[in-house]
């Protein structure tokens, strides 16, 4: 009856999500502080609840219990117990039951962090929350239960599907998912901000830390794809803008420029409409791209293949949230004030024209992406809408967006100085183009390439000189340690984080244009030569995984005679779903990656072989690593630790306010 009981944990945590969403916000409307108490224990039974029956369906995948119609979808005794553990969010049922324990996670995480949080404050922003999770925990308990069991019991599973059984599947979901969730967070601040009438610095101090981390986990989740993706499909590349690539990479768009839009709005108190849209707008994309990945209405690697009935479901959600937020939002906002003013050259205008872009930029992924999507559930017909199309209109609009990355740090708020600041950079601005040019001479690379490396170096020369600029505002400090500690975590979070941009614009540009690539037909002892490298053949094995079977080749690469790498990259038939996969074989490098793929094999015995040298990618990975790590400094600032005075609430507030004056 395990099962059974986990079914019932969802049930409860149903119940719980329904009063955490009801009592608390009902509590802050009539100012009653024993109803907005109960929004803490409230959000940690929910999660209690959850995790229960997470832990219920991970104990029978590694149990195989295949009475239990998900496990026998999704496992098979012969799957080794850590991918029988992954499989428990391999497909839909288990991955939303995952996304709700990320929900949950997120509103405890909430109820034990805002002990300095005004109390009204805390209980409509967890009761936004909880009703988010009444939505979700609707959706898997009325038409995607993981418990349900399937009679006769089947003597063994269907296996995971062989693209999931690799180890970055293990990570790469939960990290996705904490990003996608993380913004639901954002949203309740900012739902909870226009609730209570008070779009203030207070709000956007409380909601920073918590977008940042959502920001920060979105960035690793979309990584570790790109990474699976890059090793594990055979095909050498990491980003196609696939359409669920793409559902992930809009909401880190807009949550991009969502960070740098609170920052304003806690700064200067700017910004306060556009910051709550900017919330609405980065979660509502997360709830589409859940629409998109569940509702079958796509077909990729990334997708679940779902009833549309489930599809429909949060296509209504995602409309009630929608409508319902946006509703509120034009109720509200013309109740509040437009802020700080600031002059036409200011730190201010240049972050508002970097989040233009940004929206604009998100936009044109959107077209791409819902454009075929439309046409063909009118009966128009089909259209692909591939590459081409997305790095002809996307990368033209992050070519200012990296501009003003070097130039709006050295730009005061308020009202900047144009003749300071371009004394300031243009030294910057020289050096950038003589080193892009020496690097491109001596790569001999095109235009296009040659311009990217440009804007890579002017953001981190300019990053540096940002850094020493600040430093040396404490000159009056004599050790270069105490200079660094008067610094706030916040700005070493930008700056690595801008330096992190810098380092991925580098090496996307030399990979995309430096790369080389040979498909060939090689038998046992032939060799093929590329870039400089040669790549032999010299032996190949059948080996016996726990669920496949393999052709595993062995190839010496060699330079100039000096061996280099032995790689093995193998073609590999999973024999429950008698499906074959290919394991490529990579020697990564700081400056390039080796990588051999095998296809398929001829009568002959000769197989067909994919080379590649491929520069930098390194440099890719690591940018985006040095992205996130910024975005966690930033996250971790002491200041968003005490306690914030908020404005007075203003006089359109919804009900009476007696709690705030405790606060």
Same mark, same amino acid.
């Given at each position: ?91 839909? &049922?288990?991955?939303?039951? =995952?996304?709700? =324990? ?49 009679f006769p019991v089947p003597a063994d599973g269907r296996d995971l599907n062989p693209l999931l059984q690799d180890f970055g599947m293990i990570i790469h979901p939960p990290m996705l998912y904490m ?10 601040? $900012?739902? !909870?901000?226009?609730? +209570? ?5 207070? %709000? ?10 959502a920001w920060m986990f979105l960035t690793l989740g979309i990584l570790l794809g790109s990474f699976w993706a890059y090793y594990e499909l055979g095909w050498g590349g990491w980003w196609f803008w ?33 910051? #709550? ?7 509502? =994309? ?22 549309? *009935? ?11 949230? /929608? ?59 089909? /259209? ?53 040019? $020496? ?27 940002? #850094? ?8 009056? *400090? ?18 690595? $984080? ?8 580098? +090496?996307?540009?030399?990979? *995309? ?28 094995? *059948? ?26 990259? &193998? ?11 290919? &394991? ?23 197989? +067909? ?8 990618? !390194?440099?890719? %990975? ?7 790590? +910024? ?33």
């Amino acid at each position: 009856m395990t099962p059974e009981l986990g079914h019932v944990s969802l049930i409860l945590a149903l119940c719980l999500a329904t009063l955490l969403g009801t009592l608390p916000v009902w509590g802050a409307y009539k100012a009653q502080a024993r109803w907005m108490a109960l929004a803490r224990p409230l959000a940690a039974g929910q999660f209690l609840f959850v995790a229960v029956a997470f832990g219920i369906l991970v104990s029978a995948f590694v149990a195989n219990d295949f009475s239990v119609a998900y496990v026998a979808n999704n496992s098979n005794s012969l799957l080794p117990v850590y991918f029988r553990v992954a499989g428990a969010w391999g497909g839909h &049922e288990g991955s939303l039951l =995952l996304w709700l =324990l990320m929900l949950t996670s997120w509103t405890l995480a909430v109820a034990i962090f805002s002990r300095s949080l005004p109390e009204v404050t805390v209980a409509r922003v967890l009761g936004v929350l909880g009703l988010i999770s009444v939505g979700f925990l609707s959706f898997t308990l009325f038409t995607s239960n993981p418990f349900d069991r399937v009679f006769p019991v089947p003597a063994d599973g269907r296996d995971l599907n062989p693209l999931l059984q690799d180890f970055g599947m293990i990570i790469h979901p939960p990290m996705l998912y904490m990003g996608y969730v993380g913004f639901s967070v954002a949203f309740a601040f $900012a739902i !909870a901000a226009l609730l +209570g009438g008070q779009l203030d610095a207070a %709000w956007a101090k409380w909601s920073r830390p918590w977008t940042l981390l959502a920001w920060m986990f979105l960035t690793l989740g979309i990584l570790l794809g790109s990474f699976w993706a890059y090793y594990e499909l055979g095909w050498g590349g990491w980003w196609f803008w696939d359409a669920v690539e793409n559902a992930s990479f809009m909401p880190w768009l807009v949550g991009t420029a969502l960070v740098h839009s609170l920052a304003v709005t806690e700064k200067r108190s700017s910004f306060k409409n556009w910051t #709550v849209l900017l919330a609405i707008l980065a979660f509502s =994309l997360s709830l589409l791209g859940t629409f998109l990945v569940r509702s079958g209405v796509l077909t990729s690697v990334h997708a679940f293949a779902s009833d549309p *009935k489930r599809g429909l479901y949060i296509l209504v959600f995602l409309l009630v949230v /929608i409508g319902g937020s946006l509703g509120l939002y034009a109720w509200r906002a013309p109740k509040v004030g437009l802020g700080g003013r600031f002059a036409l050259f200011s730190r201010e205008s240049m972050l508002l024209i970097n989040n233009v872009f940004l929206v604009v930029a998100m936009g044109t992924v959107l077209l791409g992406t819902l454009y075929p999507l439309a046409l063909d559930a009118l009966g128009v017909g089909k /259209i692909s809408v591939g590459p081409p199309y997305f790095e002809a209109v996307f990368v033209p609009l992050m070519l200012p967006v990296l501009i003003f990355i070097g130039v709006g740090p050295y730009v005061a708020w308020k009202e900047g100085s144009l003749v300071r600041v371009w004394r300031e950079l243009r030294g910057l601005a020289a050096v950038s183009l003589l080193l892009a040019g $020496a690097i491109a001479l001596g790569l001999r690379t095109s235009v296009g390439v040659s311009v990217g490396v440009l804007l890579a170096v002017w953001v981190l020369l300019s990053t540096v000189g940002h #850094v020493v600029q600040r430093l040396s505002s404490h000159a009056g *400090k004599s050790t270069l340690a105490q200079r660094w500690r008067l610094v706030p975590r916040s700005f070493w979070g930008m700056v690595v $984080a801008h330096a992190g941009i810098g380092i991925f614009v580098l +090496g996307v540009t030399l990979v *995309k244009g430096l790369d080389h690539a040979e498909d060939a037909s090689l038998k046992v002892g032939d060799a093929v030569s590329l870039g400089g490298y040669r790549f032999q053949f010299s032996e190949l094995e *059948k080996v016996k995984g726990p669920n496949y079977i393999a052709g595993k080749a062995t190839f010496e690469i060699t330079r100039d005679g000096v061996r280099v790498s032995t790689l093995h990259p &193998e073609k590999r038939f999973y024999v429950v779903q008698r499906m074959p996969m290919t &394991e490529a074989g990579i020697d990564r490098g700081w400056t390039r990656d080796l990588y051999v793929s095998l296809g398929e094999a001829s009568p002959d015995g000769a197989w +067909g072989v994919r080379v590649q040298v491929k520069p930098f990618m !390194a440099w890719v %990975w690591s940018g985006c690593v040095v992205m996130a790590l +910024g975005g966690l400094l930033a996250a971790t600032d002491r200041r968003y630790r005490g306690r914030v005075k908020q404005d007075k609430p203003a006089s359109t507030a919804t009900g009476p306010q007696p709690v705030m004056a405790r606060h």
